[in-house]
């Protein structure tokens, strides 16, 4: 017998004991960015067969919530965090892994506690082992550290404060309008209509071209819960598959539309159409999509929406438009919202 299987037997005769193994947890990355993800992974041993084993882990105040599980049993809460993993035999082991995004620079503590129905470590006192874990949250030094992912920001560090900072670099749209109905039937039936148009710099650099870059359509609540994301492949249409772009024939294109008339078209939507309107304005884009058999998730309460259109992610060639009640309403019973 082990010291420490020694030390669990003979405190109060107990029947199993539990402690945190500090060697194999801890938080990764360290050091790691703000609003990057930081994962927290913390093994639970029993030094003899112990039941009942519950962890109770606190997060760090200056990071927000992601997710917890466990490999084995169930965990709940955000703060703290319990999870009751149940039993482990002798020299078993249990993983609890938290993930959260810090939202403050500086060195921030994570701290975990086990015990079980016997107790933890064989202490007499029956306090629980607890662990704590410091992290250390790092500044931004360059523009390329503080990428998003999202193509329509443009990613800077502030040199004063260290900060990353995603100036939108979404063009606003005119005359926009959103229309989405069937909502007061069964998901898989919904239609959907946008229309707009949005001024890119002239000239347009590098130039408009959809079958090369395809094209991305998102609609938002207002708490930014997806209502929509399509995402419009490249390619000239197939006729067998029956989806692509079809080009109009001249020499500098100046109308692309995609047609989808398979099964199950990306977000529902069976048609876009990008033209270019420099005739009337240099850089001016019309867009317009059509969707319909799709699922367009909407609050009953709050009608508000946001959209938006990525011509080109490389390019940063994206348009938004931000509808706010008066100018979403719904319409027809709350089955059709209706925007402009």
């Not at 250390?136 to 999202?150: H, L």
């Not at 438009?321 to 100018?327: E, G, K, M, Q, T």
Request: glycine share 10%; charged share 20%; with cysteine.
């Amino acid at each position: 017998m082990s010291g420490r299987q020694l030390m669990c037997a003979v405190s109060l005769a107990l029947s199993g004991c539990v402690v945190i193994d500090a060697s194999e947890s801890g938080g990764r990355p360290d050091p790691v960015r703000v609003g990057r993800p930081l994962t927290y992974t913390i093994t639970v041993e029993a030094i003899t067969a112990d039941t009942g084993i519950v962890l109770t882990d606190v997060p760090p105040a200056e990071a927000a919530p992601v997710s917890a599980s466990a490999s084995q049993g169930t965990c709940s809460g955000t703060a703290p965090v319990v999870c009751n993993l149940g039993a482990l035999g002798t020299g078993s082991r249990a993983t609890v892994t938290i993930v959260v995004v810090p939202t403050a620079t500086g060195k921030i503590t994570n701290t975990a506690s086990v015990r079980s129905d016997a107790g933890c470590g064989g202490e007499e006192d029956d306090r629980p082992c607890t662990a704590s874990f410091v992290t250390e949250v790092d500044d931004c030094t360059r523009d390329a550290e503080c990428g998003d992912g999202d193509v329509c920001t443009a990613d800077t560090c502030d040199p004063a404060t260290h900060l990353c900072a995603h100036a939108s670099a979404i063009t606003a749209m005119s005359d926009p309008t959103l229309r989405i109905g069937g909502l007061d039937t069964p998901p898989g039936d919904d239609r959907l209509a946008f229309r707009g148009a949005l001024a890119l710099p002239a000239p347009i650099t590098p130039a408009l071209d959809p079958v090369a870059n395809g094209v991305r359509f998102l609609v938002r609540t207002r708490a930014g819960g997806v209502v929509a994301d399509a995402n419009i492949a490249p390619g000239r249409f197939d006729p067998r598959a029956r989806v692509g772009w079809k080009v109009d024939r001249r020499v500098r294109p100046t109308r692309w539309t995609h047609v989808d008339r398979t099964a199950s078209p990306p977000g529902g939507i069976v048609k876009v159409q990008i033209r270019n309107r420099a005739s009337r304005a240099p850089g001016l884009i019309g867009v317009a999509l059509r969707g319909r058999k799709g699922s367009y998730p909407l609050s009953s309460t709050d009608p508000s929406l946001e959209a938006e259109v990525v011509l080109n992610p490389a390019a940063g060639q994206c348009g938004g438009v931000v509808f706010r009640a008066p100018r979403c309403r719904f319409a027809s019973r709350a089955s059709v919202v209706e925007c402009r």
